[in-house]
């Protein structure tokens, strides 16, 4: 991933530490994390998230797409439970597998 992009992704990750109850970790997959993208191809996060029910994912991705357009317009988040993490789901199975995790930090410059 080029450093231009590692800082727009960490950026946004350290905004939703602050800004959201339960944040756990996140993980960049998709295309740039197996460094295949194209100019075109969005940034696809999995934020995950303790506690999370599924009743509550529509309202939390909306809240975080609001707040990665502040960021750039490709970030594409996808909210996970703790729980779904653990599952067998295939889309989980291919975010751990191929998935670069992004550890939260206090602050990113």
């Excluded at 707040?67 to 067998?88: G, N, T, V, Y």
């Amino acid at each position: 991933m080029d450093k231009s992009i590692d800082k727009i992704v960490r950026r946004y990750i350290s905004s939703v530490s602050n800004q959201t109850p339960g944040f756990i970790t996140a993980y960049l997959f998709g295309s740039y994390a197996k460094n295949i993208q194209r100019p075109e191809s969005d940034i696809d996060i999995a934020l995950i998230i303790n506690d999370l029910k599924d009743s509550e994912k529509f309202d939390i991705q909306v809240q975080l797409m609001l707040l990665a357009s502040k960021f750039d317009s490709r970030i594409e988040p996808h909210p996970l439970s703790l729980q779904d993490l653990m599952s067998d789901n295939p889309f989980v199975l291919e975010i751990k597998k191929t998935g670069i995790e992004i550890k939260k930090s206090l602050q990113y410059p």
